[in-house]
């Protein structure tokens, strides 16, 4: 064991001296150069969002936001970091100088074209791979001026309903941009909000507390490191270009399927790995920090995060994975995209998904990607429908064949993205056509119903038993306090007991309650008067 230490030290050693050390390093991880400086950067920025704790002096605090940054930035775009740092620049003289009311939009439309024209440029010079450029900084730029933008819109509105994120007023340069440098978020986030930021440079509210980080750091951190020999395991035995070769295609059904999940299991690992890591920065610097649990008395540290895996792995519902997968950015779809767009919800669904798509990359096949993820999410909610409608559903052969066909979709869309190259996708989905096929054919089969469903349930005490759960499904009496964040595990919990839990409320209660979401529950009762 000693000697082979030795020899790993010798290795280095003679790697760094013959110049070479970073290529050679990257290669005994199985990595590309540009991935492996990733890799180490984003290690770095766990011990320097640390030390922010230390630090008092909010001016000093900011300015070691900006200084690190800019040096994060530095190492991993070079003179690139140039158009970062001007687009900063030109979104906080837009905020001052357009009109309050209409800088939601202009700074989301201005930072998706900006981080589009790099996309195009490293489709156009890096065709067929994906190499480190700047495009990668400039997409956690459009999370964070989109969610500046709009709290900042937010704040000049009359609305009763205040956001307690909202901006009454634009900071000072100083604090945008030490918002828009911090090096726990830089990189891949997780992205937050700036109201919340500035409370954590000045140390108001829940931030002027005590702050116990580093056991929380570390066990993020270490998670993220865990996933490492996982991810180098599967793709050693199963290569993401195993599709590619002529073995992949003559193996039978079976044998295909588990190299689906494999090869989707590794990808996965890989976002889980960078994803715990920079969750383990944001826990360091005490951003992330979310009061006291009162159960327990330990300190929370989930205001922002990235993402679960219990969620993501296990659970059973697509929209909670959806939700649960790189929660930040899903949260800034939700609120900045979705939210924002007047239209029917199918059709906010799809011009969300499809912005995802081009917020990711120029690649055309990203855009079937997500184009056939939003498909699938409308096929398995109406699914989750007809459980509540039809109880001989509700059998352990159905729900485990469900949840078997969900992760197999979940594989099927992650393993795209190791792709980038439609002809490649071809390729890949004439040995696992069934996954698609069977989507597009119930999703027609949904939309044939839901042009119908009004004329044929009217009348159905089903139907009307489905209308009543899901306009009462998150309320307090069936599905605990909306205010208290649950977790992934409880969420399914949860709806899971709603299933066989639907209870009949009195007219005063729909009454009390009433939204758009709740009308229909009162017109059918009327209507049944």
Request: charged share 15%; aromatic share 18%.
């Amino acid at each position: 064991i000693n000697a082979e230490y030795m020899g790993y030290f010798i290795f280095i050693r003679s790697s760094m001296e013959s110049g070479n050390w970073i290529e050679r390093t990257s290669a005994l991880f199985g990595l590309k150069p540009d991935s492996f400086i990733f890799l180490i950067t984003l290690n770095l920025t766990v011990p320097i969002s640390f030390l922010l704790r230390y630090i008092s002096n909010p001016t000093i605090r900011m300015l070691y936001c900006i200084l690190s940054g800019f040096l994060i930035f530095i190492i991993l775009y070079g003179y690139w970091t140039i158009f970062p740092i001007v687009n900063l620049l030109l979104v906080y003289f837009l905020a001052k100088y357009i009109k309050r009311t209409a800088i939601g939009w202009t700074v989301a439309i201005e930072s998706i074209v900006l981080t589009g024209c790099f996309h195009f440029y490293s489709l156009i010079v890096y065709y067929g791979g994906w190499d480190m450029s700047v495009a990668g900084g400039l997409m956690m730029q459009v999370v964070h001026l989109s969610y500046f933008a709009w709290d900042y819109q937010d704040g000049a509105s009359a609305d009763l309903k205040r956001s307690p994120t909202e901006l009454k007023e634009l900071p000072s340069l100083l604090e945008f941009f030490a918002a828009g440098l911090s090096p726990s978020q830089i990189m891949v986030g997780p992205a937050g909000h700036i109201s919340d930021f500035l409370n954590f440079i000045y140390l108001r509210k829940e931030y002027a507390e005590t702050l116990h980080t580093f056991w929380p750091m570390m066990k993020k951190y270490c998670t993220g490191l865990i996933w490492i020999p996982v991810y180098a395991s599967i793709t050693h035995f199963f290569p993401v270009k195993v599709y590619e070769t002529p073995q992949f295609y003559n193996n039978n059904f079976f044998m295909r399927s588990f190299y689906l999940l494999a090869i989707g299991l590794s990808l996965k690992a890989r976002y889980y790995v960078v994803f715990k890591i920079a969750e383990g920065a944001v826990a360091g610097s005490g951003l992330s920090y979310n009061g006291t649990d009162q159960a327990t008395g330990k300190q929370k540290y989930d205001k922002i995060y990235m993402i679960d895996i219990f969620c993501t792995e296990l659970c059973v519902f697509q929209r909670s994975i959806v939700e649960e997968w790189n929660k930040p950015v899903q949260l800034w779809l939700k609120n900045c995209i979705h939210r924002r767009i007047p239209c029917s919800p199918l059709g906010k669904m799809f011009v969300t998904f499809l912005f995802s798509a081009i917020w990711h990359g120029c690649y055309p096949l990203y855009i079937y990607g997500f184009l056939f993820y939003s498909i699938t999410t409308v096929n398995f909610n109406y699914i989750y429908k007809m459980f509540v409608v039809y109880k001989f559903l509700r059998t352990p052969i159905f729900y485990l064949s469900l949840s078997v066909f969900l992760y197999f979709t979940a594989c099927y869309f992650t393993s795209i993205f190791g792709m980038l190259l439609i002809e490649k996708a071809i390729k890949f989905s004439r040995g696992l056509v069934w996954i698609p096929i069977v989507h597009f054919v119930f999703f027609c089969f949904v939309l044939i119903l839901d042009t119908k469903k009004e004329k044929v349930h009217l009348e159905n005490p089903k139907y009307i038993r489905m209308k009543v759960y899901e306009s009462f499904k998150t309320d307090k009496e069936l599905m605990g306090d909306p205010t208290e964040k649950a977790t992934p595990k409880e969420q399914t919990r949860k709806q899971l007991l709603s299933w066989d839990l639907i209870l009949p409320v009195s007219y005063t209660h729909l009454r009390a309650h009433e939204t758009l979401r709740y009308l229909v529950c009162r017109l059918l009762l009327e209507k049944k008067k």
